[in-house]
């Protein structure tokens, strides 16, 4: 084995494998900490913590220039609006150096009123539409900040947060805003970073204020006190969230959950009986024309036919009218569909995980949340604080040595125009430091006045006691709690529910996940006539026909009726095969009777060796009785043999040789079971001896020695057991007595009595 040669210089000799993990971890940290989640403190991700202060910078005050900067500085150029190719611009080539289109598109969501619960960026022109438009080019659209975003950023002159280089060493930005919005909860966040990910709604922001008021008063305050003021998310496009309240406070208790919020909708009469349902307002990040879709979808593939339309009449306020197919529609069933099938209801996911204040990601309750934002709250007041004591120290400085000049102006005076460098022998005489002495040499001739002295006494006297006020603050807890408190309290009268802006848009109501809608609600109910001829051939026809008629039951050559039965569009039909399989069809789907019908071999996957035993409607709550050739049968509930596939259910499992003869429904209040043999044997039974299954073979109803199983039927026993004379009387005959054919289940039985069909059938 020959050596490698020595790499080359420059190049490192390592493992593959240590390399690319080592080099993975640090684009994974990376991402989590300088890209995806958003900082507990200010509630922004560094791309858009870059682009406010960047349009700070810009000077794109909210609300247009601001008499007050303008007064204190002059020069200072405040417009209302600028290009938003400009403002990414600087963003990308000062503070960011990433994709355009990705800087441009966060600034586009900072301003939509529909994606942001506070909007941080004001924007002017084609920002987007609630539909899934995009925004317009950032070449034709212009945007400034918001109060809100103001609010966020107040204090970052004085003090507050550190400051650190941009990635190229020629500007500095904020490591944090330290204002007192408290963005993070206010307008939410997601991201999906490397392993984990953060999907925050949106709050209320005067409930966020009230539960940290709450924290400030009492540190030790439970979860459920808490969520007495925050009571959920608070969505821009509003709705309804429809989970209990506990659920949802247990979301918040731990970080992570989900929570389903529906559409809010309400029914409008259109008079003579009609009504639509109109739509209001849709869950939150759900695009409008994406939904309109679904729907008109849902309506061309009939998944909801109770639906006849759809129609967008939206203008400034969101209006989607949905028209019922029939006036006999219950809305809150059509709503439930809807629910169902589509964004009309939807799940937003809650995980708090978010970076804290030095910087590693956590998920964190509500209350772990409030507490941390609090914390920093209070260091950005005490730097704040400090950063004013610090100055107004350096005020009375100065101060003190005007006051000191001016009373020995005619000294200082006389050693100004008298020594060569006045300003060693003016510190030496009069104790003055060298910012004192500095200072009064670059005084003004006009400065000298009475009156300034005056200003220069009052201005000392002012900053001292603001200095005493601030020192106390700063060395008091109870005083800080206080001081957040009121300002948290000014914050509060600016969004709160009286300002307009801050009133809660989603609601609380309570409600069970949609219900499957019943088959009954989904077809309009109208009653039909079953038919099926020998050769099963299947029709319905509209109305209960005459069945007796001749000239309505139609077939072709060769053929002739085989079932009929009245029933309904919105029943199921139930037809059962010789070989123990039964099959479900939809009365609804049935072809028309103005022809012969359709094969219904072609509907269902019935072999062509296979005679069908039965047709009838299908009872949910009705039990039929099964019964084999060869004497073996059961009790099978109709609901659990229901089979909507075209393969069906095999119902009966039959033995060698024989098969599925009798499907017949109990009668109503049935007591027994009758049974007669080929062999013209009759014996009956109390109905409690057979078993109720769902599938299976049975068990013997009747013992033969020869021949099979003729008929079976259940009956009362106190009503006898009826059978047809025969003929064209139509007259029936009851046997009452039925005691000498009583006997045990699997008995052979005795001769029926005399006038019994010939047929061996009970009718």
């Known amino acids: ?48 913590r870059r682009l406010l202060w960047a349009m700070r910078q810009l000077r794109l005050e909210p609300g247009g220039p601001n008499p007050d900067i303008l007064a204190a500085n002059p020069e200072r150029n405040t417009t209302s609006f600028k290009k938003s190719a400009r403002i990414v611009g600087d963003t990308t080539g000062k503070y960011h150096p990433h994709g355009e289109i990705a800087v441009y598109d966060a600034m586009v969501r900072l301003a939509q009123t529909f994606a942001t619960r506070m909007p941080l960026v004001e924007g002017q022109g084609n920002f987007g539409n609630i539909d899934g438009d995009n925004a317009a080019a950032s070449r034709y659209t212009e945007a400034r900040l918001t109060q809100a975003a103001a609010d966020l950023m107040a204090g970052l002159d004085q003090g507050t947060v550190d400051f650190k280089p941009t990635y190229n060493g020629e500007e500095e930005e904020p490591e944090v805003f330290p204002g ?192 941390a934002w609090l914390h920093h709250q209070i260091e950005v007041l005490l730097r704040r604080s400090n950063h004013r004591i610090a100055q107004i120290d350096n005020r009375l400085e ?179 095969g010789s070989d123990g399989r039964f099959f479900t069809l939809g009365a609804d789907k049935l072809p028309g009777g103005r022809g012969f019908g359709e094969p219904v071999r072609l509907m269902i996957d019935l072999a062509n060796e296979t005679a069908i035993v039965a047709l009838l409607a299908a009872k949910a709550d009705a039990k039929l009785l099964l019964a084999a050739s060869d004497g073996r049968g059961f009790i099978a509930p109709v609901a659990d043999i229901l089979a909507e596939t075209r393969k069906g259910k095999q119902v009966v499992n039959l033995k060698a040789g024989a098969t599925l003869k009798i499907v017949r429904p109990l009668v109503e209040g049935a007591d027994a079971v009758a049974v007669i043999g080929e062999n013209r044997k009759l014996v009956i039974f109390p109905l409690a001896e057979l078993p109720e299954m769902t599938r299976g073979q049975g068990v013997t109803l009747q013992r033969y020695r020869d021949g099979g199983l003729s008929d079976a039927t259940s009956l009362v026993m106190i009503q006898g057991l009826s059978w047809a004379m025969g003929g064209d009387s139509g007259r029936t005959r009851t046997e009452t007595d039925l005691l000498p054919w009583r006997a045990a289940r699997g008995a052979a039985g005795r001769m029926p009595p005399n006038g019994f069909p010939r047929d061996n059938r009970f009718g």
Not at 16 to 41: H, K, Q, W
Not at 473 to 496: F, H, I, M, N, P
Not at 543 to 550: E, N, P, Y
């Open 180 to 371: 007192l919005f408290p963005n993070l909860l206010a307008n939410g966040a997601a991201g999906i970073a490397v392993g984990m990910a953060t999907s925050i709604p949106p709050h209320n922001v005067a409930e966020v204020i009230d539960a940290a008021t709450l924290l400030i008063d009492r540190p030790g305050a439970s979860h459920d006190e808490l969520m007495a003021f925050v009571k959920g998310p608070d969505f821009p496009t509003g709705g309804l969230l429809v989970d209990p309240p506990s659920f949802i406070s247990d979301s918040y208790a731990t970080g992570r959950g989900s929570m389903r919020v529906r559409s809010r909708w309400h029914k409008e009469d259109e008079g003579r009986g009609t009504w639509v349902t109109v739509i209001d307002e849709i869950p939150y990040g759900v695009a409008k024309g994406k939904l309109i879709e679904q729907i008109a979808q849902l309506i061309a593939d009939k998944k909801l036919p109770i639906l006849a339309d759809v129609r967008d009449e939206s203008d400034e306020q969101l209006r989607i009218v949905l028209e019922p197919r029939a006036r006999t529609v219950d809305p809150q069933v059509l709503m439930d569909g809807l629910f169902r099938m589509t964004d009309l209801e939807s799940r937003f996911p809650l995980n708090l995980n978010v970076l804290d204040a030095s910087r590693t990601p956590r998920v964190m309750g509500l209350k772990e949340v409030l507490t």
């Open 1 to 48: 084995m020959t050596d490698l040669p020595d790499a080359p210089e420059g190049i490192l000799d390592r493992p593959f494998d240590s390399a690319l993990s080592e080099r993975y971890l640090v684009y994974a940290l990376s991402t989590i900490t300088a890209r995806s989640l958003p900082d507990l403190r200010d509630g922004l991700k560094p791309v858009h």
């Open 398 to 576: 100065l101060l003190d040595g005007y006051i000191i000049a001016y009373l020995n102006l005619d000294r200082v005076i006389e050693i100004i125009r008298t020594e060569d460098e006045p300003k060693p022998v003016m510190m030496a005489e009069f104790g003055l430091t060298d910012r004192q002495a500095e200072a009064i040499l670059n005084m003004r001739l006009r400065s000298l006045r009475r009156l300034e002295e005056m200003e220069l006494r009052r201005e000392h006297s002012d900053l001292t006691a603001e200095r005493e006020e601030l020192q106390k603050l700063v060395e008091s807890e109870a005083r800080q709690k206080t001081r957040l408190k009121k300002d948290l309290g000014a914050l509060r009268k600016r969004y709160g529910p009286e300002s307009g802006i801050g009133a809660r848009r989603t609601g609380l109501e309570e409600a069970a996940p949609a219900r499957d809608i019943p088959l009954e609600a989904m077809i309009e109910r109208e009653p039909i006539t079953v038919i099926m001829s020998q050769r099963g051939w299947i029709r319905a026809m509209k109305g209960h026909v005459d069945l007796a008629s001749t000239e309505t039951l139609k077939f072709k050559e060769g053929d002739g009726p085989a079932y009929a039965f009245h029933c309904q569009t919105t029943d199921k039909v139930l037809l059962a």
